[in-house]
């Protein structure tokens, strides 16, 4: 066992870049988080960095760089040196999205970057204006038929998730509303109860207390099972079928990176995320671990760019 040990300890110094002394890690491992403080990408970050932390025995310490739906953040990874100390909590929007929004970016996805792992998948929610006449999926689709052009809907910026969400029902229905993009979760639901928005798909992790609260509308989630937190709450696609605008956060690396380190770091992400505590806490905010391994998280963000080119590509959204 101990020359395993030994000879695993020596095939990560052999693979390590030339400037990294030792078996990884030796010092401080930055989280770089392409979003602010505060928002479900955050939450998940900091949950994985105390246990990575206690598994490493070295700091791993989160840096918010948030811009541009996330491609401030993922650009400055993606020219990170390749050693192992720098990671990306990268988003639907950071690695799959922007690929296809902006015209211009920093970074190719998969030229700078070395997926890790999948951490969490979780819903947005379709909530609405307590004001507006809709309980149910059936009634907004009515309600929006009889109304075209009528209803705005919140997103927190063009291009997110919370945009593209709301294109792709619009799409399956045939129906037509007024977009009106804020900075950020909070701004829409704040603008919703002030009474100036009428509709909004966005992170479940941010809207459902407000729901709870009574304070805005909860009609149905964007994934294809109900969530578990909620269970009363119906899917989008069951009443429309094949809709789903699943949220997900994963882990990065920039390309490169020893595979060692890589595989090492996948391995003890999903043992994290296998931990009861670690569940129960992601459930919280309505998150579901979903671990995948390095080259299937690879195939992973493939598959969710290609969908989402086509639905940005539909919408005309377009960012220099």
């Known amino acids: 066992m101990r020359c395993f040990v030994a000879a695993a300890v020596a095939a990560l110094a052999v693979a390590a870049p030339v400037h990294a002394q030792g078996p990884w890690p030796q010092r401080a491992v930055t989280m770089i988080v392409p979003f602010g403080a505060g928002g479900s990408a955050d939450l998940t970050a900091r949950i994985l960095a105390t246990y990575l932390q206690a598994r490493f025995g070295v700091p791993f310490v989160i840096d918010n760089k948030g811009g541009a739906g996330g491609s401030i953040g993922a650009g400055f990874v993606a020219k990170a040196a390749n050693d192992g100390y720098t990671l990306l909590v990268g988003t639907v929007s950071s690695n799959a999205i922007n690929a296809a929004l902006y015209t211009r970016l920093a970074y190719d996805l998969d030229r700078d970057f070395q997926p890790v792992s999948l951490l969490v ?15 149910s999926v059936p009634d907004l689709i009515a309600y929006l038929k009889a109304n075209p052009g009528k209803v705005n809907y919140g997103s927190s910026g063009i291009g997110t998730s919370s945009h ?18 804020f900075r950020s979760t909070g701004e829409v639901v704040n603008s919703m109860i002030g009474g100036n928005i009428d509709l909004g798909i ?7 207390p407000h729901a709870q609260a ?9 994934t294809p099972q109900r969530n578990p937190s909620i269970p009363e709450l119906p899917t989008i696609g069951e009443t429309l079928p094949g809709y789903e605008a699943t949220a997900w956060q994963g882990l990065f690396a920039p390309a490169g990176t020893p595979r060692p380190i890589v595989d090492r770091l996948a391995a003890e992400t999903k043992a994290i995320l296998a931990r009861p505590d670690v569940a129960a806490q992601l459930a919280a905010v309505g998150a579901e671990p979903m671990p995948l391994p390095p080259d299937e998280f690879a195939a992973f963000t493939r598959a969710e760019r290609a969908k989402w080119k086509e639905v940005v590509r539909k919408s005309g959204a377009r960012i220099d």
Do not use: C, W, Y
């Not at 929610?125 to 004001?131: A, E, H, I, S």
């Open 214 to 222: 009574g304070a805005v509308r909860a009609l149905a989630v964007t």
């Open 121 to 135: 998948r979780f819903p947005n929610l379709l909530f609405v204006n307590p004001k507006l006449p809709v309980r």
């Open 202 to 208: 966005d992170s479940m992790t941010t809207t459902i």
């Open 164 to 181: 593209l969400s709301v294109v792709m029902f619009a799409q399956a229905t045939g129906t037509e509303m007024i977009h009106i993009p």
